[in-house]
């Protein structure tokens, strides 16, 4: 497959029957002796057989004497392309496009060699010179279909599919790159209606998932997972399990998510997404020790990584009972990044959240570090704050609150510690008004927890597709 999604036919469904002969009389037609002639059409003969090397060895004696000739590059080229040898086709290939003789089969396999090899740029103009000396071939209008696509144009790539299946009735393949060029112009209900014109016998498990896509596109939630379901069923590949997975995650449907990602898991147990799915997956259904479980693990695979970090932290941030073995490595990588300003917020949460006495002294440190890396960042304050408080420092623990809430008036929690320190420092005024600020914007920071937790999808990557 040369571009996501797309069929690109080999050159051998280019070839037509007539054209072997076609390419002998033209040769004839200029002035080539009767027995070149005989040779060219013996070596097409035998390459029609499968007899190659006899055909190449023929070829390639007619090739001596006229290295111009236009059927013999073109059947030599060929030749060397069904058999996989794209390189040494094209000299070939294009040669025959250069001969006075050239047809629009010339160009046409000439582009479908450019796109095999991956110059896309270079094949786009040999098809559309073969679409406009053939524009009722339906091969070649479908292949032009997928050089726009392999250029990043749609719009033309749509257009060309089109073409393809008004030229003759489109077969699965077709109808499915005509539904994806659709899609990507944002034309999702013309697609959808494209898609659906393949029998359901027919169904491929990627045009199924792309008809997911198109569903999700239309804001089509159950009928995009059943399209998503179907794919998986067809072919429970990682990347259709991993879709599935993902379709459930963003839409916060945690259970279903976390019964894909389990049988993904077992299935490719060393899938870095997968892994990273089925961690999002025990997140969303608040079982975060077995969430900071998988982050952890997907942090010692790979240490930089501040994508694991973060959600080892945001799952350490939310064991309540006691400390998880696995958050430790997030402390770590607190350490080694010092200006990684979220790391080092949560592996101090973590430490001040540690049963029995925890370290104070570490976790200022590192709370120091995320003030540095960040000024801006009101959690950092108030976990000093909270910090102070540990240390019954009620007055250090004032300037900390306050420069927290000064940065987020609604952060409640904050204003709840406030209102302590306050009342610890015999100003019960201050404290009554910090409680009515705490009561204000509780249900706020609530909403927005919740928001934070339905958001965490963000750290998917995306698929193959």
């Not at 040779?39 to 006229?66: F, M, N, V």
């Not at 294009?94 to 010339?106: E, F, H, L, Q, V």
């Not at 941030?317 to 990588?333: R, T, W």
């Not at 005024?429 to 934070?452: C, V």
Request: negative net charge; contains cysteine; charged residues 20%.
């Amino acid at each position: 497959m040369l571009f996501p999604g797309l069929r690109c036919a080999t050159v051998a469904l280019l070839l037509l029957l007539g054209w072997p002969l076609a390419n002998a009389q033209q040769s004839l037609a200029k002035g080539i002796p009767t027995q070149q002639r005989r040779e060219l059409a013996k070596a097409e003969t035998l390459y029609q057989q499968g007899q190659d090397k006899e055909a190449e060895d023929i070829l390639r004696s007619i090739l001596r004497r006229y290295p111009q000739d236009e059927g013999a590059n073109e059947t030599l080229g060929l030749l060397y392309a069904e058999h996989g040898a794209m390189e040494r086709a094209l000299p070939y290939l294009s040669r025959a496009s250069k001969s006075p003789a050239s047809t629009a089969a010339d160009y046409a396999n000439l582009g479908a060699a450019l796109l095999k090899l991956g110059r896309f740029s270079a094949a786009l103009p040999e098809l559309k010179t073969a679409a406009r000396l053939d524009p009722e071939n339906a091969d070649t209008a479908s292949e032009l279909g997928q050089a726009y696509m392999l250029n990043h144009d749609p719009e033309h790539g749509a257009a060309a599919f089109s073409a393809a299946a008004r030229i003759a009735p489109p077969n699965a393949d077709l109808l499915y790159n005509w539904a994806l060029a659709l899609s990507e112009t944002g034309a999702a209900k013309q697609a959808a209606a494209t898609l659906a014109r393949i029998p359901s016998a027919e169904m491929s498990a990627q045009a199924c998932s792309l008809a997911g896509d198109i569903q999700e596109k239309l804001g089509n939630y159950m009928a995009a997972v059943k399209k998503y379901q179907n794919a998986a069923t067809k072919d429970p590949s990682e990347e259709n399990l991993y879709v599935l997975t993902v379709e459930f995650l963003r839409h916060w449907t945690w259970d279903e998510a976390l019964k894909v990602a389990e049988f993904a898991h077992t299935k490719y147990p060393e899938s870095a997404r997968i892994q990273l799915a089925l961690g999002i997956a025990h997140y969303g259904s608040g079982q975060y020790p077995a969430s900071a479980e998988i982050f952890s693990g997907l942090l010692h695979q790979d240490p930089e990584n501040s994508t694991y970090a973060d959600l080892l932290g945001r799952s350490c941030g939310n064991i309540n009972e006691g400390q998880s073995a696995a958050c430790s490595q997030l402390i770590a990588f607190a350490e080694h990044h010092p200006r990684n300003a979220s790391a080092a917020l949560y592996a101090a949460e973590d430490i001040l959240h540690q049963p029995g006495k925890p370290d104070l002294n570490h976790a200022e440190r590192i709370l120091k570090n995320a003030i540095a890396a960040d000024p801006n960042l009101p959690d950092a304050y108030y976990q000093m704050g909270v910090l102070d408080q540990q240390r019954l420092a009620w007055q250090d623990s004032v300037a900390m609150l306050e420069k927290a809430t000064a940065l987020r008036p609604s952060f409640a929690s904050a204003h709840y510690r406030l209102a302590r320190a306050y009342a610890r420092l015999g100003k019960p005024e201050k404290a009554k008004a910090e409680i009515a600020l705490q009561r204000k914007y509780n249900q706020q920071e609530t909403k927005q927890l919740d928001q934070d937790l339905k958001s965490i999808s963000i750290f998917l990557p995306a698929s193959d597709k």
